[in-house]
């Protein structure tokens, strides 16, 4: 159910959507429950395997031939973790449940984990109405074949008050260098939050860089984001779509505005961290995921401020999946690879040299004019 790497470009990662300088990708998710069951958590094992024959039925009858279907329990330790890499579950340690995943990996279904389903809809760069509208097509045509849980005055009842209502779940990944340099970040943490929505670390904190020494620890790693709302009770799924827009609107403003500020006062800095980023990239034999992640901002700030040629937006974007553990794990199982013999005895080593040799081919035309 994996792609292999001759056809990654063909995964909707790596394309570039609408304002991909600073949006780099779109999920709604729509949580739903069939009525008349408990929720997953209280599920009998005979429930639980109707619940998931129920939907799998009605999955077949809106467009059976695109999907596939997988229980959770049957992926193996890489597959499980590509999945939470790409943000169909939520950690890879989980074990019960459902995947039903459509062909080109656009949308998804997790059944019994949290909820009965929730249905998710992928897009590159800010795409909320695209990704919404996917989403709640699919939702009304399950709906002909299914009932859901739902009451006129809560919407629809979910296992987490905050998921009823429209039982919609936006998030938006960002890459904010700019903000994060000029120790902006805490405020619209703030802000984000009186406005009903959470701003977090996408890969974790940041702290300190032993590359570009530019992260603080009130950065995320890689000036790398998420925007969510926090609940799904107040307002219909316009009017909360139209409320993520506008957030979304008003981050990426501010973040182009501060980049000819951030460049004019720390211009020297970030020339370091830019070439010390290609440097390290380009020869080092292993190479960290957190240090990867930094180089792959790095580089992304210097296209988006003009200065580097040689890569684009996508091969960008897909990096930050590619260089990824399970990712990098899944390659070696599927292709034939030659280690030096202290390296192939290290599973660690053996990953951390594939991503250095992933960047290295990757980054081979590129020019920075800092």
């Not at 795409?127 to 009932?147: G, H, I, P």
């Not at 039982?167 to 903000?179: E, N």
Request: hydrophobic content about 40%; some cysteine.
């Amino acid at each position: 159910m994996m792609k292999t790497e001759s056809n990654l470009n063909d995964a909707w990662y790596a394309q570039c959507g609408s304002e991909c300088d600073v949006a780099l990708s779109t999920k709604v998710r729509l949580s739903r429950n069939l009525a008349n069951f408990p929720f997953p958590a209280r599920l009998s094992p005979g429930e639980g395997d109707r619940i998931q024959a129920i939907l799998l039925d009605a999955f077949n009858k809106v467009d059976g031939e695109n999907f596939h279907a997988i229980n959770i329990s049957a992926l193996d330790k890489v597959s499980a973790r590509i999945m939470a890499e790409r943000e169909i579950l939520d950690n890879e340690l989980q074990t019960e449940g459902g995947i039903i995943l459509r062909n080109d990996g656009r949308f998804s279904g997790v059944v019994n984990v949290k909820d009965h389903i929730c249905i998710s809809s992928y897009n590159a760069g800010f795409e909320v109405e695209k990704a919404y509208s996917a989403v709640s097509e699919f939702d009304d045509e399950l709906q002909k074949y299914v009932q859901f849980a739902a009451s006129y005055d809560f919407g629809y009842l979910n296992s987490s008050l905050v998921d009823s209502g429209s039982g919609m779940r936006i998030c938006v990944r960002l890459h904010l260098p700019s903000l994060s340099l000029l120790k902006r970040i805490p405020a619209l943490v703030r802000e984000c939050s009186d406005d009903g929505f959470v701003l977090s670390a996408s890969f974790g904190s940041g702290g300190a860089s032993a590359i570009t020494s530019l992260n603080s620890a009130s950065s995320a790693l890689g000036f790398f984001y998420n925007l969510e709302n926090v609940s799904s009770v107040a307002g219909s799924e316009l009017e909360q779509t139209a409320g993520m827009a506008s957030e979304i609107k008003k981050i990426i403003d501010m973040e182009r505005n501060a980049r000819t500020q951030v460049f004019a006062l720390m211009k020297s800095d970030i020339r370091n961290g830019m070439k010390r980023s290609v440097a390290i990239a380009r020869a080092s034999v292993f190479i960290t995921l957190r240090e990867a992640i930094d180089i792959i901002s790095m580089l992304k700030f210097a296209k988006d401020l003009g200065v580097l040629s040689g890569i684009d937006d996508e091969q960008l974007h897909a990096l930050l999946y590619r260089i990824q553990n399970g990712h990098l794990e899944f390659v070696m199982k599927s292709g034939s690879f030659k280690f030096e013999n202290d390296v192939d005895e290290n599973p660690v080593r053996k990953v951390e040299k594939l991503r250095a040799l992933t960047l290295q081919e990757s980054f081979e035309n590129i020019v920075l004019s800092v």
